[in-house]
């Protein structure tokens, strides 16, 4: 088959919105189908590429790796301020007229892949085109792409929509996307908030673990007690709380214990952390690190006696998966949904869930006791059901079936003459 995967972001950033197209675009070519991947350029200052989307191009293209077009990356005009009141009330009623009228809250990024539109679908014909929610422009640029094509589309919801569509436009903006021919989601959880406003089964793909997070055997020793925290923070008052918890437990440590802990994190919130960090005032060492390549991650992760992060009960965390097949203990604080305990529960892996500080001492506790034990003990962990290439089979099938069913109904040109016929005949 021919698939065209449409993504906000382009796969050499580092975010899970990107990651998660790039590899199942990624896994599609090496299952032997032909891939495009459209995004916009990674640097604003870099050219775009599809103008080099050419029918001799495609027949002597090598498609055992996808085909990157890149379209060029707008710049969104910002929204008119009239006063704190009044510039709140133009930015809401904007949002809303984009979300069911326009082309979404980035209508200037779909603009800019309009040019590339022609070319895919004359160059390239897609069967089926896939596009992941991280914002409604990104299914609306796909959804565009396949009406045009004759093709159906596949609805992926990365996302919570709940989180991400205010309340009273989530139907409505549920219905502009009512033709996808399926619909997946990167979690349980999300489905189940989503099958109410779109109305339809969905299916979990959960986002595959990197052979770069899974770790074997024991970790040898290490000089440092490893407390690493990882993703975003977004500005949540339970990062001020998890470092005061911290804090307490290293105080009740003895001083030569003291010298061997070590505070980390890796990730793009590494700012915010710092300024925290700062404030908690941790009698202990720190590493704090911005974005890191999938294999010094891995490394960072596997590397700690206890990994953590900020649960957010709003969405599933995705990194939960790679962060157990670091066979390193993994605290979620202050919680996590049942879905990602049965996940932990599956896999063989450990999830504490750390509400206070009481938890959070008990789970260092425990992972001390590991980790200064002889020889270090490891987590096992069978996550093999969840690799990238389990997950991409399970999406193949699903595009496979949406073309198969689209190949029983008429095309949609077809169903325009035989309208303008019946039409015709009646009158």
Not at 116 to 124: N, Y
């Amino acid at each position: 088959m021919k698939a065209l995967l449409v993504n906000s972001q382009h796969p050499d950033a580092s975010h899970i919105g990107a990651v998660r197209a790039a590899r199942f675009a990624a896994g599609l070519a090496h299952r032997g189908h032909k891939v495009v991947l459209l995004t916009p350029v990674f640097d604003r200052d870099q050219s775009a590429n599809w103008r080099h989307f050419e029918k001799e191009l495609l027949l002597r293209r090598d498609w055992s790796e996808p085909m990157l077009v890149t379209h060029p990356m707008p710049i969104d005009g910002a929204t008119p301020r009239k006063g704190r009141r009044a510039g709140a009330v133009i930015r809401k009623a904007t949002t809303a007229t984009a979300l069911v009228f326009g082309n979404g809250t980035a209508a200037a990024r779909v603009a800019a892949s309009r040019p590339v539109w022609r070319p895919l679908i004359e160059g390239f014909r897609p069967d089926i085109v896939w596009s992941t929610f991280g914002d409604t422009s990104n299914l609306i640029a796909a959804r565009s792409i396949a009406r045009l094509a004759d093709a159906p589309w596949i609805m992926d919801l990365k996302d919570n929509w709940e989180a991400f569509v205010p309340c009273g436009l989530r139907r409505i903006v549920a219905w502009r996307f009512r033709d996808a021919s399926r619909v997946t989601s990167n979690a349980d959880y999300h489905a189940r908030s989503a099958v109410r406003w779109h109305r339809r089964p969905i299916t979990t793909i959960y986002s595959g673990v990197a052979p770069e997070m899974i770790a074997s055997g024991d970790r040898g020793g290490t000089e440092k007690f490893r407390i690493t925290l990882v993703g975003g923070t977004r500005g949540s008052p339970d990062l001020p709380r998890l470092l005061s918890d911290l804090q307490q437990w290293i105080e009740r440590r003895p001083n030569d214990e003291r010298a061997k802990i070590m505070f980390c994190y890796a990730g793009g919130s590494a700012d915010e952390v710092t300024a925290a960090v700062r404030d908690a005032r941790l009698t202990c060492a720190i590493d704090i690190q911005k974005y890191l390549s999938l294999t010094d991650l891995g490394r960072f992760c596997q590397e700690a006696a206890l990994n953590c992060y900020l649960w957010d009960k709003t969405t599933f965390h995705h990194k939960l998966l790679e962060l157990l097949a670091c066979r390193r203990p993994v605290v979620a604080y202050p919680g996590e949904h049942e879905e990602s305990v049965a996940l932990a529960r599956m896999v063989g892996g450990s999830l504490c869930l750390c509400a206070d500080s009481i938890d959070v001492a008990a789970a260092l506790d425990d992972a001390w006791k590991s980790w200064a034990g002889a020889p270090r003990r490891s987590v096992s962990i069978e996550v093999d059901a969840f690799s990238w290439d389990m997950m991409t089979a399970r999406l193949e099938t699903l595009m496979l079936e949406a073309i198969d069913e689209r190949s029983m109904v008429p095309s949609r040109g077809d169903r325009v003459e035989r309208r303008r016929h019946e039409r015709v005949e009646f009158f």
